[in-house]
């Protein structure tokens, strides 16, 4: 050990006797809020500081910045379950150190947390740790800290035919080149169709040698063309960085959808404040969109594993493609009314659009999904109970899937909501568990009947051992609060026998159904 830092009063016995579960290079202990209380170890060596300089900070800053979702996400089920498993990160050191870090509750201490973080030989199986796509997730981060002096850089690959679009092995490669070259702690991104994203570890993105690695690598596979690139600004300007991390999902979605050219209709030609200038009447064609319901629902089974039978069907916005507008996918439109404040006049519409299904349907339960904003919304709340009071046999037809699009800031109003509706009849699930660390507050919050287990689980979870044990972890968690668990992305037999296997109760996925129609309307 290179560096001992001492709290003054520490249960030594209670702590050593935590850590030798687990032979460690660094050990650490947080409190509830996962800031760190206590560092020894190897902390020069890796880092270049002594761990008394980590006191204070989130544990989270010891590993790299694509993979803080993830860790966020093991911490919440330590907090919840008083165990992480051995799991596979890389550190924020300079070299992304491939590591195992394993945590246990400290005996007899509430809110006290042991984590040991040992080096690896090699990476454990199964791909990065799962916590949604770490470019977003590493600049939204920065736009919550109020960073001003910071810049996404977007690279576009074009041909003579339009986009071009490498194979898989090289756009893996050209990820790699980005986030080795773009300094230390670096996040890239594969937006597929041959575009992709940089975050540089500090200041701004120097793109014009990006571009010339990334040329070389081109010409080097025989593939001519030309190479784009645009520095987006993270300063928010007017924005709150609420608003302002909306306006990023925006537009990431749009330059994942059409590239620059959709990134400049979207108006974010002047980054993330140049959007605010074409805010007003973006809201206004949104809202007139909503108005004239100019969207479809499409409605995929959720199924019992132990039959196959749909016992629900979640309702899917499709918005219906018009000419001037910036947003053709669903994820694009949902992100554009949060940033203009529409979400709540989307979510009525979808609610109203849902409830007529429902009524032309024979039997089927329809799941809509509201966003945070809205379940803190006391006028809302106030709005969908007179709905059901008034038509009681739709609550018998409704369930409320809560959705992690806008964190819940009023956590008392939301759970008003959630109190109200269930004592209405309706039950409440909350979706993409374990993509964020939210819904894991959320379980704690509210009184919930389903989880929806995030994806990026199930799709790899037949190949990793680390995947699996998340799992069962949220499992056990959502059973202790009487939850019962979906599965989504089920796309092969082998997840689905997993899945049950592993105690899901519900599984959704396009091995059950694609969205389409609702049976029976």
Request: hydrophobic share 45%.
């Amino acid at each position: 050990m290179q560096d001992i830092v001492r709290p003054s009063a520490v249960n030594a016995a209670d702590r050593f006797l935590t850590f030798a579960f687990a032979a460690a290079e660094l050990l650490v202990e947080t409190d509830a809020e996962g800031r760190i209380t206590f560092a020894e170890g190897a902390f020069p060596a890796r880092f270049g500081r002594p761990g008394a300089g980590f006191l204070g900070r989130p544990v989270q800053d010891l590993v790299a910045r694509d993979q803080r979702s993830g860790m966020g996400t093991a911490l919440e089920l330590l907090s919840a379950t008083g165990r992480i498993r051995p799991t596979a990160i890389r550190l924020a050191d300079r070299a992304r150190s491939a590591f195992s870090v394993a945590g246990l509750a400290v005996p007899g201490r509430t809110g006290a947390f042991c984590l040991t973080f040992a080096p690896l030989p090699n990476d454990l199986p199964g791909g990065p740790l799962p916590g949604g796509p770490g470019l977003a997730r590493a600049a939204e981060e920065l736009l919550r800290g109020g960073e001003e002096n910071a810049a996404l850089g977007l690279i576009e690959l074009t041909g003579d035919g339009g986009a071009l679009a490498p194979r898989a092995d090289l756009a893996a490669r050209i990820q790699q080149l980005l986030s080795t070259q773009g300094g230390a702690g670096a996040v890239a991104a594969d937006f597929g169709s041959g575009r992709f994203g940089v975050l540089p570890g500090e200041g701004l993105p120097d793109l014009g040698a990006l571009s010339q690695q990334v040329a070389l690598l081109l010409a080097q596979h025989g593939l001519p063309g030309s190479i784009g690139t645009r520095a987006v600004s993270l300063a928010s300007g007017d924005l709150s960085p609420v608003q302002a991390t909306r306006a990023l999902r925006f537009a990431l979605s749009a330059f994942a959808r059409g590239g620059d050219e959709a990134l400049e209709r979207a108006g974010f030609s002047g980054g993330l404040s140049g959007f605010v200038a074409s805010a007003a009447e973006r809201a206004t064609a949104l809202r007139r969109t909503i108005s004239e319901r100019r969207f479809r629902l499409a409605f995929q089974p959720i199924v019992l594993l132990a039959d196959r039978r749909a016992h629900h069907y979640e309702a899917l916005l499709r918005p219906i493609p018009t000419p001037g507008t910036p947003y053709g996918e669903p994820s694009e439109f949902i992100a554009l009314a949060e940033t203009v404040g529409l979400s709540e006049a989307l979510d009525w519409a979808v609610v109203e659009t849902a409830c007529e299904a429902a009524r032309a349907a024979a039997g089927a339960r329809i799941a809509c999904n509201l966003s945070g904003l809205s379940l803190q919304s006391a006028p809302f709340r106030e709005r969908l109970c007179a709905l059901l009071e008034t038509a009681p046999d739709l609550a018998k037809r409704l369930l409320v899937e809560i959705t992690e699009t806008a964190e819940i800031e009023d956590e008392a109003e939301a759970r008003r909501t959630v109190d109200a509706l269930r004592a209405l009849g309706l039950p409440i699930c909350i979706d993409d568990f374990g993509a964020g660390a939210a819904a894991f507050r959320y379980l704690r919050a509210f009184r919930v009947d389903f989880v929806k287990v995030d994806g990026v689980y199930v799709t790899n979870a037949v190949e990793s051992e680390r995947d699996r044990g998340f799992i069962a972890a949220m499992v056990d968690l959502a059973r202790a609060v009487g939850a019962q668990v979906v599965a989504e992305r089920i796309e092969t037999e082998a997840q689905a026998a997993l899945m049950a296997g592993l105690g899901v109760a519900f599984g959704q996925g396009y091995l059950f159904g694609r969205p389409g129609a609702l049976p029976g309307a």
